[in-house]
Every structure is written in structure tokens, then in C-alpha cells.
């Protein structure tokens, strides 16, 4: 996958972090101090659709030249940049109760992103 | 998810700006956080612990790395630490209150394990018998039943932990449980189960959300 940079149109994942502090939640979320959530972002024209991590192999590559020379228009297509790979965030919290509760929610954290 | 005109929403064609667009991920953090965790808001601490107490619950909770389930047969699972409420006991009893967030319970909470931690303090070269007792809630009214008892033999000053059994891990699932602590014998000066700051007795369970009524796909 491809990080944004600069004036890129293209789809790549774009960092964001939460911090719980500055969202008032720092009084019960023990660890960690924020969340690095991310997104994707950025266009998915026709040739590289299909490819999650964008260029896969050289092969993949010329097939996808040839599909965009063929297709009609370079955007659309109901193609969409989205996660390809994602990674737990692990809380450690108070409850209403005051009890501690330590949990890995799953797919949260955006590692990667590529075209649908 | 592509909307109706074929365009996707994280094309980049239909930004907002830098503004209402942090706005937007900031509400959608939140939500996400607290959607996965099962709660319709954030917490409110009615009791806040001590960072004394924390600090030891923290430092005693390094025991064995726990068997991992395969991913198909995990739920989402949490590991909780739940504070004694002492405020019944006396010189002859400890008696121990644990509540549990209702709005885990009401998804379906599986107990796959849990083990009370508790202090004792003993004079030096004696060994003491304690009953411990589980109290569940009756199942048309508030009123605590006893369900079960077990003896325990503690020789030694210091942390103790105590697996507990079935009827134990049911009450948890259902929200609240009662456990007293009655030295056999023996009549002490003072409580021999201490529960000052750093001292608090507690329980760790490893919960399962929704565990129940999971269908197995082979």
C-alpha cells in the first residue's frame, strides 16, 4: 500500500490519530493514550482496480494497461479505495463499574489500502 | 461502499474541508470504539480506583500466556478486573461484592474463566482454614442464596488466588457476585483479609461476548 503524500490523488491510506486526551476520554481509557485510526483515500482508476496494494507484480501490471487502454473513461467503475489490511487495537479501560477491562477489538487500526 | 452514481465516497470528489472532515472521523472513532466495545456511551466512573490499586493489580497480573484460540472460534474477549466492594464485612467475615457492566451482560456474556485475589494477613507460623462462600441472586427476587462452599488452607502472609468454580462464573455472567470469606476457628483480633488501598481484594475473568450463541462453521 501507499502512504499520501503531497498532492497524490490516488488512493493511499491517510494517517489519523485520536488523541484520547484531547477528546475528554483519557479519564477512562487507561492505555492507550490514542488511537491511530487512518483511512483510505484517493482515486481508483480502471487500470489499477482489482489490485489490493496497487502494483502486485509486473504481469499484473501489463494486464491492468491493457484493461485501462480498452476501457471507456479512467475513473468510476465502482471501483473504491479501501482497506486491504487491518490491525487489532488493544484497550485497556474502566467500565461503568470501575472494573478494568483489557480487549483487542479487531480491524481497527488501517494498515494498508488498496483498489476494490 | 460505492454509492448510487458509481462514485465512492473515498474517491476524494465529494471532500469536505479540513474542518468538518476531522470533525467527521473524530464522531466516527468514537462511534466505532464504543460500538465494538458494546456500549451505548462512554462510561461514567461512579468509583474510581486508586492508582495504588491499580499499580498492584497490574503488577500481580503476570501469569502465564493464555491458550489462543484459533480466530474462527473466537468471539471478541475481554480480560476484566473487577474490584471488590467490602462495605459489609466484619472482624469475623469478609464479605466481597463484584458488579459487571450490564451492557456486555445483555449481549450475551460467557465467563471462560475466573479467579478471585485476595490479601491475607497472618501471624507469623500459623496456618489458617477459610471458608469461602458463593452467593448467588434468587432467581425471582434480590435475595442473595448460598450455592456453593469450599474450604481453602492459607499458611502464609501475602497474595493468594482461588480458580472459581461454575456457580461463580454463572452469577458473573448474570451481572453480580457475593463472596464471603470466614476464617474457620480461630478468633482474630482484626480482620486476617486485608483490603486497603494496594491491598483490595479482586477478581480477573477472561469473558467471552456473544460466545453462546455462536454457530460453529465447519
Known sequence: GIDCQGGSRMCCRQEFFVDFREIGWHDWIIQPEGYTMNFCTGQCPVHVAGMPGIAASFHTAVLNLLKANTAAGTTGGGSCCVPTARRPLSLLYYDRDSNIVKTDIPDMVVEACGCS | TPRADSQCLA????????????????????????????????????????????????????????????????????????????????????????????????????????????????????????????????????????????????????????????????????????????????????????SGAARRPFMTARVRVGGKHRVRRH
Open chain 2, 11 to 194: 474517491c476524494g470528489k465529494h471532500a469536505l474541508d479540513l474542518e468538518s472532515q476531522r470533525k467527521l472521523l473524530l464522531h466516527l472513532a468514537k462511534r466505532s470504539i464504543l460500538d465494538k466495545l458494546h456500549l451505548s456511551q462512554r462510561p461514567t466512573l461512579s468509583r474510581p480506583v486508586s492508582r495504588a490499586a491499580l499499580r498492584t493489580v497490574l503488577q500481580r497480573l503476570h501469569g502465564p500466556p493464555q491458550r489462543v484460540l484459533p480466530e474462527a472460534d473466537r468471539g471478541q474477549e475481554y480480560e476484566i478486573i473487577s474490584f471488590a466492594e467490602t462495605g459489609l464485612s466484619n472482624i469475623n467475615h469478609t464479605r466481597l461484592d463484584f458488579h459487571f457492566f450490564s451492557d456486555r451482560t445483555a449481549g450475551g456474556m460467557e465467563i471462560l474463566q475466573a479467579s478471585l485475589m485476595f490479601f491475607v494477613q497472618l501471624p507469623p507460623n500459623t496456618t489458617w482454614t477459610l471458608k469461602v462462600r458463593v452467593f448467588v441472586l434468587g432467581p425471582r427476587d434480590a435475595s442473595l442464596t448460598l450455592a456453593t462452599q469450599r474450604l481453602l488452607e492459607v499458611d502464609a502472609s501475602g497474595w493468594h488466588q482461588l480458580l472459581l468454580g461454575s456457580e461463580a462464573q454463572a452469577a458473573c455472567s448474570q451481572g453480580h457476585l457475593t463472596l464471603e470469606l470466614v476464617p474457620e476457628g480461630q478468633v482474630s483480633q482484626s480482620s486476617v483479609i486485608l
